[in-house]
């Protein structure tokens, strides 16, 4: 009779075995499909897997079974049921920026649908419509409908950073205030579904898909062109900067400085929604405040405006710079320059944990809250590294809340201040320090401890990994909207094709 530490072993052994004799047929199954519908896929063998793999957070890295590189529609939706029949979860990698590695499957062994090939920028000259492949990238797009008859729309400051996440999840940018985000901005959408099929969606065709792709689009489809409403440049730009680190020596003094601008934020009538701001505070001592007011008299802003927002810092130093439209753009992408290249032409990547907090204008921040933010800053100078970014997205007359919470998935519609909190390696390398992750947490907490009811939600875009599916369903929609996710969910993709650790189903009902 064999022993049973050897049987054991011998369950272990011959598991191992089926489970690599099912992989393998998995594989087989989808190489074979790929090839038959003629769609180009590379594997962990092929020379330049690397460049394709790699994802911008270095942190959390991911090996796919296969990426494929389809070229048109058909070709992704051939992609989408090759992946179904080998039991594969599925996701596709715009500009590849996701925080969390969701755009390389947030988990080994997915199938990426790699959209580089789809790279069109083209404005309709009497709708001024953008239509845009969702492989295009932010700088890319702002330069061509830029140059396509003067067309801009709003989205976030990173040149690199790819279309399809960043606007189907949200989309702030400084012109956010007044024109709305760039989710609000898409009119219609390409979409290859669960099953394989390519639809186009919109208000009145497919209105459900079109409400779920805006603001959960990885869990419903995969976006294969975007199109977009624009709006007219601006004539100018006034960027303006305040630097604050004479403040940042005393706790009290930077709180005080908060609280007479979140005073100012909800009560000034000089706040219109061509203003927006923010400020920026890092380990190394930099703190400072910026933003941008589209089209406005440089001499009244500069003599009236600016100096009353920041008069509770006192010695901020001031400068205003008015500039063009792509000059603005520009200055809010260096040292990174517009054009990008795209897919795995792109090579910059960084070693990083961020979280988010979203504050709600009838919730403004505690005087409290302000003092306990600055006092951890403060504390922590030369950890980390880190950086803190807290913008305006709220206030009088912004677009962003003017848009009721059931026009689409995208549930932030009130927000007011938006921080992200963001931890990073010196080289932006590997490997990771885990004292990074607790000091970012214990970022957040400041914020959100200190004020037990002020109803804090987070922000998608600013994708959390460490937050449960139920926490992230909580934090990024809400009940009434999850809710209503999770049945379009069961009608579009029941068999959970499109898939990340947070993709809508993952959460039972709230």
Known sequence: MLPQSFKLGLGVLLGAVYVQAASLRRDSTVFDCLTQNKVAYLTSSSANWTAYQAPYNLRLSY??????????????????????????????????????????????GSLIIEMEKFDE?????????????????????????????????PHGTCAGVGIAGHALHGGYGYDSRKWGLALDHIVGLDVVLANG??????????????YAMRGAGDSFGIATHFYMSTEEAPNSV???????????S???????????????????????????????????????FRGWCMDCDQTV???????????????????V????????????????PLPQPLGHGYAKHDTFYAKSVVSKDDEPLTPATWLSYTTWMLANQGQGPWFSINNLYGGPGSAINAVSADESAYSDREALWVFQNYGYTANSL??????????????????????????????????????????????????STYDKLLGLKSEYDPAFVFWNPQAIGNAMAL
């Open 238 to 248: 006034l960027w303006f900067t305040a630097g604050l680190a004479s403040s940042l």
């Open 63 to 108: 090996t796919p079974d296969v990426i494929v590189v389809p070229e048109d529609d058909d070709q992704v939706g051939a992609s989408v049921r090759c992946a179904a029949a080998a039991n594969l979860k599925v996701q596709a990698k715009g500009g590849g920026h996701s925080y969390a590695s969701y755009s390389s499957g947030g988990q080994d």
């Open 121 to 153: 920028i083209t404005v309709d000259q009497s709708t001024f419509i953008v239509k845009i492949g969702a492989g295009q990238r932010l700088g890319n797009v702002a330069e061509a409908i830029y140059n396509q008859g003067k067309r801009a729309m």
């Open 197 to 210: 099929t390519c639809v186009h969606t919109d208000a009145t065709t497919y209105p459900d898909l079109f």
């Open 321 to 336: 710079q008015s500039l063009g439209w792509i000059d603005a753009l520009t200055v809010l992408s260096d040292p990174d």
């Open 430 to 479: 590997p490997p990771w320090d885990d004292k990074i992750t607790v000091l970012i947490d214990n970022l957040n907490d400041a914020i959100t401890n200190a004020q037990p009811d002020g109803n804090f939600t987070a922000y998608l875009n600013y994708v959390d990994p460490d937050l449960s599916p139920a926490m992230a369903a909580q934090d990024y929609y809400g009940a």
């Open 301 to 319: 802003f500069t003599n009236n405006v600016l100096p009353a927002m920041v008069a509770g810092w006192p010695g901020a130093q001031l400068t």
């Open 250 to 288: 005393d706790a009290n003094t930077a709180a005080a400085g908060f609280e007479a601008l979140q005073n100012w934020t909800l009560t000034s009538p000089d706040l219109t929604p061509n203003i927006t701001y923010g400020t920026y505070a890092d380990s190394g001592g930099s703190f400072s």
